[in-house]
T-cell receptor
Framework: NAGVMQNPRHLVRRRGQEARLRCSPMKGHSHVYWYRQLPEEGLKFMVYLQKENIIDESGMPKERFSAEFPKEGPSILRIQQVVRGDSAAYFC????????????????FGNGTRLTVT | AQKITQTQPGMFVQEKEAVTLDCTYDTSDPSYGLFWYKQPSSGEMIFLIYQGSYDQQNATEGRYSLNFQKARKSANLVISASQLGDSAMYFCAMRELNAGNNRKLIWGLGTSLAVNP
């Protein structure tokens, strides 16, 4: 399966613990996006990364949240000291951008990680 | 500011009939792309169809077509011959060309479609 792979599918953490969400983009894709979806809502942009670089993190809370996309390995979204309000579905998406106008490149999504903070 | 509006929180359609899901958008960028995604109850986000702001014809993908009215800033999704498996949430999204390095999608709140047998 060459799609976007996210794991784990479900993650339960107690308040104060750390959550690590992993995302492997589609083969050949070097652009990764993280989105958060709360119940009954659309997706909210969090962060956009290319290999080893954070391009836009305007949607990510300044504290407790961090993201990386190393040269080797998956992209990681890390949430430290989780609180109940962090409970949501976290989606990773990847795309391939060629030269010139690439705004028509669709994002391909993983199945998401559903984080529950108890 | 860019914005996507989906005014129908929920829709019902009879199996085998066509249904239109509304989407209006707001942007000052003349170059943009519009996307529709489907999210079934299992949770994954499935890309359906794309329409570019400069495309002369309405996009079509199988039973999906996009009724693109640029002057009205609307990009409604039409699903023909509805099937039970079409029951899902449907999201409209937009990306602007002149957003520089920022290629994030702006999302609507979604429309929940239920197909009745």
């Amino acid at each position: 399966n060459a799609g976007v792979m996210q794991n784990p599918r479900h993650l339960v953490r107690r308040r104060g613990q750390e959550a690590r969400l992993r995302c492997s983009p589609m083969k050949g894709h070097s652009h990764v996006y993280w989105y958060r979806q709360l119940p009954e809502e659309g997706l909210k942009f969090m962060v956009y990364l290319q290999k080893e670089n954070i391009i836009d993190e305007s949607g990510m809370p300044k504290e407790r949240f961090s993201a990386e996309f190393p040269k080797e390995g998956p992209s990681i979204l890390r949430i430290q000291q989780v609180v109940r309000g962090d409970s949501a579905a976290y989606f990773c998406a990847s795309s391939h951008h060629g030269t010139g106008s690439s705004y028509n490149s669709p994002l391909h999504f993983g199945n998401g990680t559903r984080l529950t903070v108890t | 500011a860019q914005k996507i509006t989906q005014t129908q929180p929920g829709m019902f359609v009879q199996e085998k009939e066509a249904v239109t899901l509304d989407c209006t958008y707001d942007t000052s960028d003349p170059s943009y792309g519009l996307f529709w995604y489907k999210q079934p109850s299992s949770g994954e986000m499935i890309f359906l169809i794309y329409q570019g702001s400069y495309d002369q014809q309405n996009a079509t993908e199988g039973r999906y077509s996009l009724n693109f009215q640029k002057a009205r800033k609307s990009a409604n999704l039409v699903i023909s011959a509805s099937q039970l498996g079409d029951s899902a949430m449907y999201f409209c999204a937009m990306r602007e060309l002149n957003a520089g390095n920022n290629r994030k999608l702006i999302w609507g709140l979604g429309t929940s479609l239920a197909v009745n047998p």
